[in-house]
């Protein structure tokens, strides 16, 4: 039988009875079934597919920036430099858009996937909701609010996406700028793993270590780990990407911002860029309160948490992996990053302290 293609070319297979018997319980929620997209198997809810095509035919403007990265990876941390750099870079407190969370004046164009659910109202996005009723009227909710209010956005544009490359319009790198964000696949699924506890739409009940296995096999949203960073990194010299690491940015955040600032072409001076630096700091972003509505999570969790801003540190893994499971892991770190050039640094037992 012939499977239904996106735009993109790939093909699509829903996941079977059988299948979804055996699927994480947080993915049973999707009123649309589930979906791969071969050949590497992306796992998403169903309606993603149709997200998928509008966003392929989105029209790209030579001036938009992406920050993609796998979720919980800091995109939220590079998103706030990108946007600050390209539409605030003086950091003007009396900028208007400046007012609006983070989410609404820079769009996740993958976030729409998570409204395929019962468990999210309105209420719970209500800024988002206000603004699409606002910017996008006569459009429907069906075919994303996230994309269509990112669709008529004044540019220049600073959007998110945590689709992997591959399925995003074939011209992206050849048309407009994207800064791939990668970090230790250790440390995204303890972040993964509070913030899906949390999340209202998903409230996963599993342990940690049962979710580090659904990862590693890929049998999680918008899973697989290693194909997304890897495509990524095999662009690492095309002159319209600009590949760097969670660790990098927490290491020496004023050498990423110059590196930024030079891959933007922004001339930004040594002063903003520290002021910026200072901005997006994780004191600072979590001072200034979370980027996206709050009534998105369970209250009780997200307060002890800690929110969008936990931790903000290298190596948190070390404080919940077992031996057991750490081996497992960096064995299939090992096995993935072979051959590759790509160091993922602190992903080993032997790594530097916590800081
Ligand atoms: P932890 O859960 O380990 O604290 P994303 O934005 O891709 O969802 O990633 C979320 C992770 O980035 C969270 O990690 C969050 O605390 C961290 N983060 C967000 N803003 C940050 C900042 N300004 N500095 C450092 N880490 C930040």
Redesign the pocket.
């Known amino acids: 039988m012939n499977k239904p293609r996106l735009l993109s070319g790939h093909e699509t297979e829903l996941l079977t009875s059988e299948e979804l018997r055996k699927a994480s319980e947080d993915l049973l929620k999707y009123k649309s079934g589930l979906v791969r997209i071969l050949p590497d198997g992306w796992l998403y809810p169903a309606i993603t597919t149709r997200y998928l095509d509008r966003l392929y035919n989105m029209e790209l403007r030579p001036d938009d920036v992406f920050i993609i ?1 796998f ?7 590079m ?2 430099i990108l946007w600050v750099m390209l539409r605030n870079p003086d950091l003007d407190p009396n900028n208007e858009e400046m007012k609006e969370p983070l989410w609404v004046r820079s769009l996740d164009v993958s976030f729409d996937l998570h409204l395929d659910n019962d468990k999210l109202a309105k209420r719970d996005i209500k800024s988002l909701a206000e603004k699409f009723s606002r910017v996008c009227s006569g459009k429907k909710v069906e075919d994303g609010m996230a994309i269509q209010i990112a669709e008529s956005q004044p540019s220049p544009r600073v959007m998110k996406s945590h689709f992997p490359l591959e399925l995003h319009n074939k011209d992206l790198l050849k048309k407009c700028k994207v800064v791939y ?1 990668a970090r230790n696949p250790k ?1 995204v699924m ?2 993964y793993y ?2 899906i506890r949390a999340m209202r739409n998903a409230n996963y009940q599993g342990s940690l270590e049962k979710f580090a296995r659904e990862i590693k096999k890929g049998d999680f949203r918008f899973c697989p780990y290693w194909p997304h960073v890897l495509q990524a990194w095999r662009q690492r010299d095309n002159p319209n990407l600009y590949f760097t690491t ?1 660790e990098d ?2 290491d020496d955040i004023m050498g990423q911002l110059r590196n930024i600032n030079k891959f933007l072409g922004k001339n930004l001076t040594k002063e903003q860029l520290k002021k910026i630096a200072e901005f ?3 004191s ?2 979590k001072t200034r309160g979370e980027p996206i509505d709050k009534a998105f999570f369970r209250e009780d969790m997200w307060k002890k948490q ?1 929110g ?6 290298k190596g ?1 893994w070390k404080n919940h992996f077992s031996p057991e499971l750490n081996q497992e892991m960096d064995q299939w770190i090992r096995d993935n990053v072979k051959d590759t050039g790509l160091n993922i640094q602190y992903a080993f037992a032997d790594a530097s302290p916590t800081k």
Request: glycine share 12%.
């Open positions: 990265g979720p919980k990876s800091g995109t939220t941390w998103q706030e964000v440390d303890v972040s509070y913030f969670y940015m927490k997006t700091s994780f600072s972003m800690g969008m801003f936990r931790k903000g540190i948190d």
